[in-house]
């Protein structure tokens, strides 16, 4: 096979993406390839309008074809109430649960000494900005329960603290339908710390 033609320049394009492999890759260009008018051209013009209109909103920094975005648009939805999350992925996952109408700030990750990324990497002064000019009633931290979720949601707690709103974070410990002998030690310590 030609190592720099039209194919092996699709192959690496999608290699690049998380989860696919150059195996992967391989398969899933094959496969575009040979599906050209049901797959591989309604993705061009699906990459291609995504890429025309997708934008990150300037308010929380979520994104959407709207500037601020549906969530922060919605005047239905709580804004005395922000979540903060680490990832669009995690705004959509507590969205998919439907229980929160509040709004959003997505930081854009968590802190991590070993990625190199450090507070200026996330949208914390961003976030700390914002609830100066809105000063909101409650934030909420949803950060991921590792460690470098909680040293993001430490720096967060103590950028924002000196303003008087109420800061509180995702309960931790036993899910839904968990058998106790099923859990690691920190899932049943941490259940136990914060029982209620």
Same mark, same amino acid.
């Given at each position: ?28 260009? #094959? ?17 291609? +309008?995504?890429? +025309? ?50 709004? !959003? ?12 990324? *450090? ?8 976030? +700390? ?43 931790? *410990? ?5 058998? #106790?002998? !099923?859990?690691?030690? *920190? ?10």
């Amino acid at each position: 096979m030609k190592q720099d033609g039209p194919l092996s320049h699709l192959i690496r394009q999608l290699a690049v993406l998380p989860g696919l492999g150059p195996r992967s890759a391989r398969r899933a260009a #094959l496969t575009l390839i040979s599906k050209k008018e049901d797959m591989m051209m309604p993705l061009v013009r699906a990459l291609s +309008e995504a890429a +025309e209109h997708i934008k990150t909103c300037p308010v929380c920094g979520a994104l959407d074809d709207t500037s601020p975005c549906r969530i922060c648009n919605d005047t239905s939805r709580d804004h005395s109430l922000i979540c903060v999350v680490a990832t669009l992925t995690d705004l959509w996952a507590i969205e998919r649960a439907g229980g929160f109408r509040g709004v !959003y700030h997505v930081l854009g990750g968590v802190l991590s000494a070993l990625d190199g990324i *450090g507070p200026d990497n996330l949208t914390l002064k961003k976030l +700390e900005d914002r609830i100066a000019e809105h000063s909101p009633r409650e934030v909420i931290l949803a950060l991921p329960a590792t460690v470098d979720g909680q040293a993001t949601s430490h720096v967060a707690m103590d950028m924002i603290g000196n303003h008087n709103i109420t800061i509180s974070r995702l309960a931790h *410990g036993m899910p839904i339908g968990g058998e #106790l002998d !099923y859990l690691d030690d *920190g899932t049943i310590l941490t259940a136990f710390q914060a029982r209620g």
